[in-house]
């Protein structure tokens, strides 16, 4: 079982940024890809960014592409999400998840993904 706590959400004002971060439990952190998923008020999850476990190869949805990072620490079980230029269509609960796959997938559905954290709140004002 693989528990991830989610820290770092807060409010921000749009074009500035926030970093997300996100514990993992398990010592075996490095047997994971790892993605961020996000939930807007009235919509549904939606995916956007994740990395293999090793951490060599990353995905980001389009509507972050060039404003968010997502970077794995193996040594310390944390996977970051840096957003930058966020806008107000960012606003929205920040999910991190764990899915046990080999280091050549990184997941990009929702329902690929094992474990789930309990959400951050970013909000994003103008």
């Known amino acids: 079982q693989v528990q991830l706590v989610e820290s770092g959400g807060g409010l921000v004002q749009a074009g500035g940024s926030l970093r997300l971060s996100c514990a993992a439990s398990?010592?075996?952190?490095?047997?994971?890809?790892m993605g961020w998923f996000r939930q807007a008020p009235g919509k549904e999850r939606e995916f956007v960014a994740a990395i293999n476990r090793s951490g060599s190869v990353a995905y980001y949805a389009d509507s972050v592409k060039g404003r968010f990072t997502i970077s794995s620490d193996n040594a310390k079980k944390t996977v970051s999400l840096q957003m930058n230029s966020l806008k107000l269509e960012d606003t929205a609960v920040y999910y991190c998840?764990?899915?046990?796959?080999?280091?050549?997938?990184?997941?990009?559905?929702?329902?690929?993904?094992?474990?789930w954290g309990q959400g951050t709140q970013v909000t994003v004002s103008s």
């Open positions: 998840a764990a899915g046990g796959y080999s280091d050549s997938v990184t997941p990009r559905i929702q329902y690929e993904y094992s474990y």
């Open positions: 398990e010592r075996t952190f490095r047997s994971y890809a």
